[in-house]
């Protein structure tokens, strides 16, 4: 670990050390779940006021422990030697506009699809709901620029997710395990509309403002209660 690393309590330490390692597990599984190819697509968590997140161009099975990746809100670099990510500009927008605590950027194949057909994604499945409500596409503006983050802010606003045009998908949550769910949910909706859009002579029903916002209510209870 870097040396700003051992500075720290060994709580914060740990807390830093576990995030780290969830960041990698997670970006991982978005290679093998076919969410991204290569080293397309990042992954950040927020630990504090340190920003952990994917290096640039750097094969995700080959990072390890000693690899961590951190900067401030800034983007200062406070942790490691690996340049973070070239997306570093949307990940930080996010953490200082919301409560985010982890985001999850694709570059899914269904998802990225609908990005250069529609303006925001038709309402084809209540799932939507878990998103905010229906699910905007930033305008297209090149990767790792402020411009991009300040499209994506926009298309965000009120949500948890959006669609980059021509480019990907980006979520936030308060875990990495619910962004992570909610990309997934993301790239599975546009996969659906496209494949119920594609039935010659037929259109998919949509539904409606009131059905998604009724269905809204309802997920704010859904799930074990303690």
Same mark, same amino acid.
């Given at each position: 670990m870097t040396s700003k690393l051992r500075e720290t309590g060994g709580e914060v330490r740990e807390e830093v050390a576990r995030s780290w390692a969830a960041v990698v597990a997670t970006a991982r599984r978005s290679v093998a779940d076919g969410l991204v190819v290569g080293t397309s697509g990042n992954v950040s968590a927020r630990v504090g006021d340190v920003v952990l997140v994917t290096p640039s161009g750097v094969p995700y099975d080959r990072l390890t422990p000693d690899d961590i990746t951190g900067v401030d809100l800034t983007g200062r670099q406070v942790l490691g030697t690996l340049v973070p990510t070239s997306e570093l500009p949307m990940h930080l927008a996010v953490y200082r506009t919301t409560d985010a605590r982890a985001i999850v950027h694709t570059h899914a194949v269904h998802a990225t699809a609908v990005s250069t057909l529609v303006t925001e994604l038709p309402l084809v499945h209540y799932m939507a709901a %878990?998103? *905010? *409500?229906?699910? !905007?596409? %930033?305008?297209?503006? %090149?990767?790792?620029? @402020?411009?991009? +983050?300040?499209? /994506?802010? !926009? +298309?965000? %606003? @009120? !949500?948890? *997710?959006?669609?980059l045009r021509n480019h990907g998908t980006l979520t936030y949550g308060a875990t990495l395990d619910q962004a992570y769910d909610r990309t997934a949910q993301l790239e599975w /909706?546009? !996969?659906l509309w496209l494949t119920a859009s594609s039935v010659p002579g037929l259109t998919p029903s949509l539904l409606t403002e009131a059905q998604l916002a009724e269905v809204g209510e309802r997920l704010k209870g859904y799930g074990q209660r303690r």
């Open positions: %878990a998103l *905010g *409500g229906p699910v !905007r596409v %930033a305008p297209y503006a %090149a990767y790792g620029t @402020d411009e991009l +983050a300040e499209h /994506m802010l !926009r +298309a965000l %606003a @009120d !949500r948890s *997710g959006c669609l /909706m546009c !996969r």
